[in-house]
Every structure is written in C-alpha cells, then in structure tokens.
C-alpha cells in the first residue's frame, strides 16, 4: 500500500510502515503546491500525520485514498462529512495524550499566576540584586476556583489535578451535564456566563467545531473577573485573538498562558509576545517523548486496519466502514 505520512510521525512507526509498505514522509513543505507530495497524493491508499489542512481541492487529487489517520485528537482539520460522502475513513488519537495535556495545562495556570518565565528572565538577567519586593509577587492557584469550558477527557484530568492537588473549586461548563465529574470532583455545571464571572481561571479545553469558534471573545472577557487568568489549550480559533490582545492591554483580565493560537507557528509582531503577563507555547500540549510515540503508534494502528478492511479503533465516520461492510454483504 502507499501511505502518505505528513509532518509529525516518530520515528520509530514510521520505521515499521517502511518494513510492509511503500511510505513518503513529508514536512515542511506547502502541501498545495509541491510537486513531490501532490504526486505521491495521487497514488496514495492511506495519510498519517499531523494537522494536514484537508479540503475538496486536496482530495479531489487523491482518487485511491481510503483512510486518513490523524496524530492527534483534535480533527478540525479535516472535513468529515465530505470525507464520508467520498467513502474515506477519518481516526484520530484519543485517550492516550489525556494526562499528558493536562499536565501541561497545569503547567500554564501555574507558570502564569506564579510569573515562573518572567520571573526565570529576571534571574538570568542578572536582576536578583536584592530582596525582590511586591511587584513580582504572584498570586495563589491552591483553593482558587477554576473554571473549565469542555468538559471531556482533558477536561476531567484537568479538574482531578486542580482538587486533589491544589483543592481547588472546580465549575464546568460543557454541553451535557457530566455526573462522574460532579461526584469525583464536586464539579458544578454552570452556563458560560456564571462561569465566566465567578472564575480565578478560566481554562478552554473544548475541541474546534462550528459551535466552538470564536466563542470567546470581547462580551466574554468582560464577564471575567479583573484577576482571572485566562488558559487556551483547546485551537487558536475557538476565541477572538484580537479581543483577547485588547483585553490583557486594557486590564479587563490579569493574564493568559496560551498553547495555541489563531496563527502557528505565531507572527513575530504579534502582540501577545511582548506582554509579561502571558505565557507562550508553541502548541505543546502532547508533546512528550513518551506520548507523541504512543499517539503514532495509536495513529499508525488505525491506519494499518482501515487499510486492511477492518474497523479501526478510533473511528470518527463509521458510516464509511459500516456502508462497505454492508455492500460487501
Ligand atoms: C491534539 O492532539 O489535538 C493536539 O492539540 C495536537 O494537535
């Protein structure tokens, strides 16, 4: 079979599709316009990989293909429907990147209300001259109430780390009402709004769809308290960056740790970058030597049973697997 690996795929996986098939790996290039990749593209039964911007145009130069296995658990990437119309399976890799993003979630309320790199900055900057005065003072995460928009798999290790370790109030705010949440944690399910007034952390962990994008914005920077710190780890797009730019300069919230961004890599003029009360990463959440590994396997898993005319574990469209099954009587 020829498979079409795009970006990031370990090593090691794709080692081990080399051995049973004919694989291209392909990074940093424009996928709409090289050469190489459109003409493997054309051949390709199967793609794995990373946050490959799918649309009509990419597939319409892929007759064979009949799987696509994302490295990832989100898949705003990829346009499901149109995948199913054209009987092409959809995985993704849930589960396994769970603990890993939550700690690294953690990682941003605490290095941010904390002032960890700010203050990292100022010690390497030689300014740790005398004893540091109130100005660089943080402020408490332990027994503070944070409030988590997404409440699924993340969002649970999330809240578990904020009440057994930091005793903290958890409020969520999800589609449905998630009872296990509420029993293990005394999580109390509250509108967007409620939330968003009576958080010290405000925590996005929702995945991208229609609904989701740009549901954070001006109104709802307002509603925050004036100490919230706001935490995005879900996409770039599921807020306004602008309005949060605007906010943090015009002290309507106290700061925000942010993961992922409406533009990534981000612009180097862009505002965000230059304040000292947010903190940055380069979209990280499941980046772990061990996980990133174990979401390749996951991903490479699936794509070698779709390929094989089995169902794979993590299935977005079953329809797809379903319909064939069916036709196959
Ligand atoms: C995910 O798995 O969705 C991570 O955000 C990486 O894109």
Redesign the pocket.
Known sequence: MKILAYERVEDPVLEQLNRAHDVRFFKNINPKTDPDFLQFLHQADGIIG??LEVDKPLLDQAPHLKIISN????YNNLPIDELTKRKIMAT??PGV?TDT?ADLVFGLILSTARRIPELDRFVKAGKWVELVDSTYYGVDVHHKTLGIIGMGRIGSAIAQRAYAGFHMNIVYHSRTKKPQAEKDFSAVHLSLEELLSVSDFVCLITPLTKETERMIGKKEFARMKKSAIFIN?S?GQTIIEQDLIDALTEGTIAGAGLD?FEKEPIDPDNPLLRMDNVVTLP?M??STYETELH?SKLAAENLLAGLAGKKPKNLINPEVWENEQHEKG
Request: charged share 5%; proline share 0%; aromatic share 0%.
């Open positions: 990373l946050g490295v990832s658990v989100g993704n890799t990147l993003v780890a996409r992922v979209h959440g499941s979401m």
